[in-house]
């Protein structure tokens, strides 16, 4: 399988970016569609966005549509997740996830590779 590392988590206050990267060991990567997804305490890992194989198509949830962006670059074996305009309700663990599929795919248990997570707090 192969290995996923995010970093670029943070504290940062409301209304804030932060850039978040996922790099992926291996040289297929482009082989994999990637997922975002995000975690609190007590609640369900949440679906935050996908991005396909070659770039392309990207889908989101509606809670971050319009201030978070999907994108990778399949040369460096990485896909980022620009967040802006952050609020309190964002702050989470943020996991990527990566699957070989030739379709989109939201649900965790479509994904069976996972990275480690990075923690983002928003305050205020």
């Known amino acids: 399988q192969v290995q996923l590392v995010e970093s670029g988590g943070g504290l940062v206050q409301t209304g804030g970016s932060l850039r978040l990267s996922c790099a992926a060991s291996?040289?297929?990567?482009?082989?994999?569609?990637m997922g975002w997804f995000r975690q609190v305490p007590g609640k369900e890992r949440e679906f935050v966005g996908a991005?396909?194989?070659?770039?392309?198509?990207?889908f989101y949830a509606d809670s971050v549509k319009g201030r978070f962006t999907i994108s990778r670059d399949n040369a460096k074996s990485t896909v980022y997740l620009q967040m802006n305009s952050l609020k309190p309700d964002d702050t989470a663990v943020y996991y990527c996830?990566?699957?070989?599929?030739?379709?989109?795919?939201?649900?965790?248990?479509?994904?069976?590779?996972w990275g480690q997570g990075t923690q983002v707090t928003v305050s205020s």
């Open positions: 996830a990566a699957r070989q599929s030739f379709v989109l795919v939201k649900l965790p248990s479509d994904y069976n590779n």
């Open positions: 291996g040289r297929t990567f482009s082989t994999y569609v």
């Open positions: 991005i396909s194989r070659s770039g392309g198509t990207t």
